[in-house]
């Protein structure tokens, strides 16, 4: 059975009672992976991974690759330049959820995607999710998904769901367990001031949290169970 639990608060977690094997545990706090805006050296008008270029901050890392799909109209992407990559600028968060850096996607013009590598079937996974306060438009997304199953989309659409701006402005706590395949976080924006952040990332195998301090704030409803 998969459960998935959301938050908009900041949650200590009590170890469970048997023992935990931490396949993989990233909140971005390698300063070597600090630098400059981004520019993407790819072709902007067609599906392709990043690459870290000298000086700017990194795309990718230790267990996480990124990627840039332009829209159906292609832009200029990341190719003028933006804020993605790792950072330690705390002032659309506050505070990073886990240490002093985190990870940023902002101004894509297009979909930037940070996937975190397969550690194979059967395991759980949290991490902290955070939206910057602004006005966000129809054809701006976020989709965050572990192989087949998706933990949480949030638009701005007619479709009756969460809208960005709803959940924005406070760090969502994502925990879900029994899920195969691999992280993936999608973010579609045209503007500097539109930022999702992603911090304290941990998969495992083993015990489970305890989840007595979880609660839902301002997110009611989208703590789920997952399909069996």
Not at 111 to 120: A, E, K, N, T, Y
Request: no cysteine.
């Amino acid at each position: 059975m998969k459960n998935l639990v959301l938050t908009g608060l900041f949650v200590s977690l009590a170890a469970g009672t048997a023992t935990a094997d931490m396949l993989y545990s990233q909140s971005f706090e390698d300063t070597s992976l600090l630098g400059d805006k981004y520019f993407d050296l790819g072709d902007v008008t067609v599906f392709h991974w990043l690459q870290n270029n000298d000086g700017q901050a990194a795309v990718n890392g230790d267990g996480f690759n990124a990627w840039f799909q332009p829209f159906e109209t292609p832009g200029v992407g990341l190719g003028d330049g933006d804020y993605v990559g790792v950072t330690n600028y705390a002032g659309n968060v506050g505070a990073f959820y886990d240490g002093d850096q985190g990870y940023q996607m902002s101004d894509t013009d297009g979909i930037m995607g940070l996937d975190i590598d397969d550690f194979g079937a059967g395991v759980n996974v949290s991490f902290a999710i955070f939206l910057a306060t602004t006005g966000y438009e129809d054809t701006d997304a976020l989709t965050v998904s572990y192989g087949d199953d998706v933990l949480l989309q949030l638009g701005n659409g007619d479709d009756g769901g969460l809208g960005m701006e709803t959940a924005a402005g406070t760090w969502i706590f994502i925990e879900a367990t029994d899920v195969s395949g691999n992280l993936s976080i999608a973010f579609a924006s045209n503007s500097g001031s539109e930022a999702v952040f992603i911090d304290d990332i941990n998969i495992w195998t083993g015990a489970i949290p305890a989840p007595g301090a979880l609660a839902l704030l301002g997110l009611a409803g989208l703590a789920s169970r997952r399909r069996r």
